[in-house]
């Protein structure tokens, strides 16, 4: 398996001392670290890509080497190349898994890939969350308790503006009674999309085993299952190429 976490490492390239205290490496650096435990068999790659890298450390070398793509976005989603959108939008067309979190919902490449605003409401007080499994035969869901139980999580409501989802995985309910459909798939070419809404910058929500589980089946989950391919069009197919 060859993995990329992608984060665009704003909260810690300005010093915030509250995500530096739960992740002082970075949140890339903890969701790759919470990976390692589930893909660390010969042959396994998992790599780190930020914002700041030159092309956002996502070339052409690096999404071609890239079975599965985790992206966390949150205050530097306009700062995103838009040639970078379209190398990961035509990876992803072609074959590559995608996970996306928290507030990467807003990130240029999931509003591209969904066509709608991905809008929701929120609220951050800190509040209880209980993520709810709605499809227990989802291989996303394989030991994953249920529910999880986030102690302190900023609130994400519905409605939710995005497409009906291919498939409902996990809907979150808070203490304030909100809920929101927190885990949702679909398919785009022959990518994978995985959506996944827990993990705010200012909780340790990362480092729960739990979370750690979700995302590592999403992982296998959205890996390819077929070579990558372009979709490109043949636009004057000579007689018979069909054949060959």
Known sequence: MRITVWNENAHETRGDEVVLGHYPRGIHAAIAEGLAASFAAEGDVIRTATLQEPEHGLTEEVLADTDVLLWWGHIAHAQVADEVVERVHRHVLAGMGLLVLHSGHYSKIFQRLLGSTASLLWRNEGERELVWTID??????????????????????????????????????????????????????????????????????????????????????????????????IHKPEAGWFEA
Do not use: C, K
Not at 176 to 194: D, H, K, P
Not at 212 to 223: D, E, K, T
């Open 136 to 233: 227990h035969t989802h291989p996303i869901t394989e030991g994953v308790p249920d529910p999880i139980v986030i102690p302190r999580q900023e609130m994400y409501g519905e409605p939710f503006d995005v497409p009906v989802p291919d498939e409902l995985v996990f809907v979150s309910s808070f203490a304030g009674g909100e809920v929101f459909r927190s885990g949702v798939t679909y398919t785009r070419g022959l990518g994978r999309i995985f959506y996944f809404s827990p993990g705010d910058q200012e909780y340790p929500v990362y480092h729960q085993p739990e979370i750690q589980r979700v995302l590592a089946n999403g992982v296998r989950w959205a890996a390819p299952t077929q070579p990558r391919r372009d979709q490109v069009a």
